[in-house]
């Protein structure tokens, strides 16, 4: 079957245009009106992921299972772009990082947790704004995925993985055990899209040991990974 694509993140929000706003800024990306009350912040390289942002999201009580690594190319950038963040509503996080941690945690105005990293990281070199999308996770959840994006691991060590796509982008990384507990519905999700039917996609994915939540309804699925983590399935590329 064709290769499924990773077509944009979502996130639910209480404020959508407030958190659009944050995010276009932070990232130096462009926000865009989208059907359903939804804004899209659109990455300014072919390379980066949409970021979807949705209403319904409940105050939050716990931190994410996945946040986002933003890049820099000095210090003096770093601490601009903390500075701006701070300017537009973030305040500092915490992730369970050691004071001696040479990144920022900080959190966006919905408590929605993001790491700002120094210069000079060989593994996120040219990766873009968000060099890594870190999700907590097992190593064989990041085999799940390496298999359904067709994506190689470029990273498999200490039950640590990550994969990224064949043209560049965003890594996406699991950082193994212990596992984080649930609770509630996880505010930032995948969506993926495919070019064959939805239900040849979704027999694909369970046979990599993913979980139907919802089956089909208007061309999207929802499923969970073998980690339990939800993500989304639709019928086209429809968030760039």
């Known amino acids: 079957m064709a ?3 990773l077509v944009g993140l979502r996130l639910d929000v ?3 245009r407030r958190m659009a706003s944050f995010w276009a800024d932070v990232l130096g990306w462009r926000a865009e009106d989208q059907e359903d ?3 899209a912040v659109l990455p300014d390289a072919p390379s980066g992921y949409p970021l979807m942002l949705r209403p319904g999201g409940s ?3 716990s931190q994410n299972r996945i946040h986002f690594d933003l890049t820099t190319g000095s210090m003096d950038e770093m601490q601009q772009l903390i500075s701006h963040a701070y300017s537009l509503g973030a305040t500092d996080g915490d992730i369970g990082q050691s004071p001696d941690e040479p990144h920022t945690v900080l959190v966006d105005p919905e408590g929605n947790e993001f790491c700002v990293i120094p210069p000079g990281s060989t593994f996120l070199a040219n990766t873009g704004a968000i060099g890594a999308i870190n999700c907590d996770g097992s ?3 990041g085999y799940f995925w390496s ?3 067709g994506w190689p691991l470029v990273w498999d060590q200490d039950e640590e993985t990550a994969i990224q796509s064949p043209e560049g982008g965003s890594k996406v990384t699991w950082s193994g055990p ?4 649930r609770e509630g519905r996880d505010r930032l999700r995948f ?4 070019s064959d039917s939805i239900s040849g996609a979704i027999e694909h994915l369970k046979s990599l040991g993913a979980h139907v939540e919802e089956g089909p309804v208007s061309s999207e699925a929802v499923l969970r990974d073998p980690d339990g983590n939800e993500f989304h399935l639709v019928a086209m590329r429809r968030m760039r």
């Open 3 to 5: 290769p499924l694509a």
């Open 14 to 16: 209480q404020d959508v």
């Open 37 to 39: 009350g939804a804004v």
């Open 59 to 61: 105050s939050k009580s």
């Open 139 to 141: 190593q064989a959840v």
């Open 147 to 149: 298999d359904a994006l």
């Open 178 to 181: 212990p596992l984080m507990p």
């Open 191 to 194: 969506e993926l899209s495919t």
